[in-house]
């Protein structure tokens, strides 16, 4: 009985949790992502230069990566409900607050303010999943939550398309109205996870007495079998934990390069000004996405993790492929399939790849690692606006950039191919596994 008794406690887990971390995700994403919808009226109105703008859409991960170790650990301290509160309330003010910015400087400053107020969210987030899912339930779970990237896109394009079309009820313009809507909303469902969500099982009214103790005995088994470090800074200094750092800052130079200026692509492929036309044709790669995301991420929990590596590295690189395609082709449809592709392969590859951390760490060391991760993975954001612009000016190519994220695609794909075979989590590591790091 106890095997069907977890595999209903888990299923009641992800009705229960899952839709609601990602509608969070939703929102997130939308408030990090929405300044490339208002990338041409925002500049124009408060004089911010193609470099400025590139130099501030990066910045807010520079206060991203700052406190993120910091704020997962706070996490396990203080409660999940109680810090994802803090988080989107902070956020969703700094996020309304952008409809005031009026110079270079109150940009960089509010852009660097909204990293530090979202800090901890995704490895939160992550690290909350792990206490309540198995191992081997989680790339799907971690796939449902991802549909937070495709569904902030699908639905808030053209929100933040429709938004923009306010320009001027009430004395507004649309770009403050996109800022102000969005970032009340954020404060809005942060208020609402305080009393949702539940910071373990053993609090889950929601679930059975013999649900509790299955996902208890199951997690437990789980954290004592983990080959990796125990402890916070053996989980920020270990070898395997700065590997994944390189992985998913390469994944996220891709992603973000991308997803900054997706509308802004999707408007020169269509000859048509960034609005609730171009707002609905960006949601078309976003769709294919969610798709993909969690046919691929089923089929990955069929696998035994040493293999999830290479459904990790094809999809990648497909996204590489695609966003390549997308700035090869002048054909509007072309174009925009390869966006599709893009998107689909790059948004599939994320939930597999924290399996990795997630199957590896465990303990104080699980809330650092983890942090660690996706502190200077996210460090990508920063980078790749700024590579992008910097390329292009440099080969005078408005293709080079797209071409150069691409590479960093295939550079994590090679490096999924050479990392080492993570023991299957339901085993014990022998001592002598635990360093090794490369294939044998």
Not at 23 to 44: C, H, P, S, T, W
Not at 111 to 118: D, N, P, Q, S, T
Not at 328 to 334: A, C, G, K
Not at 396 to 417: E, I, Q, R, Y
Request: charged share 15%; hydrophobic share 55%; aromatic share 12%.
């Amino acid at each position: 009985m106890e095997p069907d008794t977890l595999r209903s406690a888990v299923r009641r887990v992800m009705v229960r949790l899952i839709p609601f971390l990602f509608l969070m995700y939703v929102i997130a994403f939308l408030d990090r992502v929405n300044i490339g919808f208002a990338k041409e009226e925002f500049q124009a109105h408060a004089g911010i230069s193609d470099a400025a703008y590139a130099l501030g859409a990066g910045l807010f991960f520079i206060g991203y990566a700052l406190f993120e170790v910091p704020s997962n650990l706070i996490m396990t301290r203080v409660g999940a409900r109680w810090w994802m509160c803090r988080i989107m309330v902070t956020w969703g003010v700094i996020s309304a607050a952008m409809s005031l910015v009026n110079s270079e400087f109150l940009f960089y400053l509010m852009r660097f303010l909204l990293g530090v107020a979202e800090a901890g969210f995704f490895p939160g987030v992550i690290l909350y999943i792990t206490y309540w899912v198995p191992h081997a339930f989680r790339a799907r779970c971690n796939a449902l939550f991802y549909f937070g990237i495709p569904l902030a896109s699908m639905l808030g394009a053209p929100l933040s398309g429709a938004l923009l079309e306010l320009d001027g009820v009430a004395g507004i313009l649309g770009w403050q109205w996109m800022f102000a809507v969005e970032g009340l909303i954020a404060c809005v469902v942060g208020v609402w996870a305080l009393f949702y969500l539940d910071d373990s099982p053993e609090q889950a009214e929601w679930l059975t007495e013999d649900q509790r103790n299955a996902l208890r005995t199951a997690l437990d088994a789980e954290a004592e079998a983990k080959p990796g470090p125990h402890r916070l800074l053996s989980g920020l200094l270990d070898p395997r934990v700065l590997y994944f750092c390189l992985i998913y800052f390469l994944i996220q130079c891709s992603v973000y390069g991308m997803t900054f200026y997706l509308p802004t692509q999707v408007s020169e492929a269509v000859g048509s000004e960034v609005g609730l036309l171009v707002g609905l044709i960006t949601a078309i790669p976003w769709t294919v996405a969610l798709i993909a995301n969690i046919v691929v991420n089923t089929a990955a929990d069929r696998l035994v993790q040493p293999k999830k590596r290479f459904v990790a590295a094809a999809s990648v690189a497909l996204g590489s492929v695609g966003i390549a395609a997308s700035a090869t082709f002048s054909s509007p449809v072309l174009a925009i399939a390869g966006l599709s592709v893009a998107a689909a392969g790059y948004i599939a590859v994320q939930p597999v790849f924290w399996t990795f951390p997630a199957a590896y760490l465990t303990g104080t060391a699980a809330a650092a690692g983890i942090g660690l991760i996706n502190s200077l993975g996210n460090l990508g954001g920063f980078v790749a606006p700024v590579a992008k612009t910097w390329i292009e000016s440099t080969l005078g190519s408005d293709t080079a950039g797209l071409h150069l994220l691409a590479l960093c695609g295939f550079a994590a794909a090679a490096l999924f191919l050479t990392l080492s075979r993570a023991q299957d989590p339901s085993r014990t590591s022998k001592p002598q596994e635990r360093g090794s790091f490369h294939e044998n």
